[in-house]
């Protein structure tokens, strides 16, 4: 079965500093999105993207976030300026959106820890 | 708008036991209806989906789950607990949008 791969697997950053997390959808898939779960507690939803924009977010994708599609492969979240309660599992998935399978296909996570 | 609500955050079962996990939605249009399940420091693995059609669907690992339109819920199931069912399960709906809204999540532990 076709994945989403994420790199890294653990990333561990100071405070105030900048991270990217990197994630590659599965290749036909239109539709990209990033969730994060803290520790204990629920999967959130951050942002969905579609067609080089993003096309929903929530309210914790302020604008300490940004994402980017830079190449035809590649998907990153940007936290520009991280805090300690951004530590988390960052998750990024992505979905064919072709109308027949909304199967949302997941990574399996990046663990941000923020010192 | 959506949301789910799973009743009970832990269960446990013996090994061999009925597994039911329970999840209650809310959704102002016919909503599409996911499990999915976590094992210790790994990602999302999708276990089934409702989205239309037959209302008992069929997943991996021997679980199923029923679509009651009357009840609004979509518990999974599985006959017979298995030790390596261990894992939390988390259910999931989307409606309206692209917006995946998920529960709390419910830890399962089965017990030899």
């Known amino acids: 079965e076709p994945e989403v791969t994420q790199t890294p697997s653990h990333q561990v950053t100071q405070m105030g500093q900048e991270v990217i997390l990197r994630c590659v959808p599965i290749?036909?898939?239109?539709?990209f999105y990033w969730y994060r779960q803290i520790l204990g507690q629920k999967v959130e939803f951050l942002v969905s993207?579609?067609?080089?924009?993003?096309?929903?977010k929530s309210e914790i994708f302020d604008d300490q976030f940004s994402v980017e599609r830079p190449d035809g492969s590649n998907f990153t979240l940007k936290i520009r300026s991280t805090k300690l309660e951004d530590s988390a599992m960052y998750f990024c998935a992505s979905r064919q959106g072709d109308g027949t399978n909304e199967k949302l296909f997941f990574g399996s996570g990046t663990q941000l820890s923020v010192l | 708008a959506q949301s789910v609500t799973q009743l009970g955050s832990h269960v446990s079962v013996s090994e061999g036991a009925l597994v039911l996990l329970r999840c209650n939605y809310s959704s102002s249009v016919p909503p599409y209806l996911f499990w999915y399940v976590q094992y210790p420091n790994q990602g999302l693995q999708l276990l089934l989906k409702?989205?239309?059609?037959?209302?008992l669907v069929k997943g991996i690992n021997g679980f199923e789950a029923e679509f009651k339109k009357s009840e609004t819920s979509f518990h999974l199931t599985k006959p017979s607990a298995h030790m390596s069912d261990a894992a939390e399960y988390f259910c999931?709906?989307?409606?309206?949008?692209?917006?995946?809204?998920f529960g709390t999540g419910t830890s399962l532990t089965v017990i030899p």
């Open positions: 290749s036909n898939h239109l539709y």
């Open positions: 993207f579609y067609n080089n924009e993003i096309s929903e």
């Open positions: 409702y989205t239309t059609g037959a209302t």
């Open positions: 999931a709906v989307v409606a309206l949008g692209n917006q995946f809204y």
